[in-house]
């Protein structure tokens, strides 16, 4: 069985056949789902979705996309929602400087927020980082001197560097259909020397559709298909990839396990 560590099922796309949606991924092998939030709005759905289904999970927090739109956020508000049992990671949150959608100091702000709450509910932060390698080491690092915390980057499509990075800091690296895509050369080359037991799986469906499925909404079953090509480029079996990082998957996010 895999895990797609990352999807938006209250997205349009999905939530509109949700049920079909798991079905379909269970049939395909898919024995566990993390729902991601991105916005406060978003974190009752999300959580109720798990609680109704044994085998989603959920996540709360604030993408940096939806910064500007969350400037009160505390972190006591944060701490509330990640007290349900059916939360088990805190984000998905970080820095993207690729769209700018909200202010970069915001963003940074909201971030360090997140790993506080990840640092003190030993939950799992979830980290999306585009075009902002730089501040998101730079953070990262700070932020590990005034105390550990668990946490991995999402759909990781960064430069070896930054994985160097994040494995030293204890991180774990999430690879998506991205890795699939022909002009993902060099994401390959990260992807097959990734440390075996820090490596998971997603789709962050509905985007990012692997290949053979390019141009379609995506779903949580299509993490079979990205699963067998990382396995692949790694020189290993699929039944292999699929056991290694589903126990990744639960040594990670120690609340599913439990």
């Known amino acids: 069985m895999l895990v797609d560590s990352h999807c938006h099922l209250e997205y349009k796309g999905l939530v509109e056949d949700q049920q079909g949606v798991l079905a379909r991924a269970r049939e395909a092998g898919i024995g566990t789902f993390l729902n991601i939030s991105t916005r406060r709005s978003e974190w009752e759905q999300v959580v ?13 927090g604030i993408h940096p996309h939806e910064a500007d739109t969350h400037g009160d956020l505390d972190e006591a508000a944060l701490l509330a ?21 909200s202010d970069r100091a915001v963003q940074r702000d909201l971030f360090r927020l997140h790993i506080g709450v990840a640092r003190e509910t030993g939950l799992p932060i979830i980290i999306h980082t585009r075009d902002a390698e730089e501040d998101t080491a730079a953070i990262l690092r700070d932020e590990w001197e005034k105390g550990a915390f ?38 390959q080359v990260v992807a097959r020397d990734l440390p ?57 996010f120690t609340r599913a396990a439990a």
């Open 81 to 101: 929602a990640a007290e349900d049992p059916r939360v088990i990671g805190i984000g998905e949150t970080g820095l993207d400087y690729y769209y700018d959608h």
């Open 196 to 252: 075996g037991d820090r490596v998971l799986v997603e789709t962050d469906a509905p985007f990012l559709a692997p290949v053979p499925h390019r141009g379609q909404v995506c779903e949580p079953a299509f993490v079979a298909d990205t699963a067998r090509f990382v396995a692949e480029l790694r020189g290993e079996t699929a039944a292999a990839l699929a056991d290694s990082t589903t126990a990744n998957f639960h040594r990670l």
């Open 48 to 60: 109720g979705t798990a609680q109704r289904e044994r085998d989603v999970f959920a996540s709360v």
């Open 150 to 187: 668990p946490g991995l980057i999402h759909c990781f499509t960064a430069s070896a560097d930054f994985a160097r990075t994040a494995l030293d800091l204890g991180l774990s690296i999430s690879l998506s259909g991205i890795v699939t895509f022909k002009n993902a050369r060099d994401l």
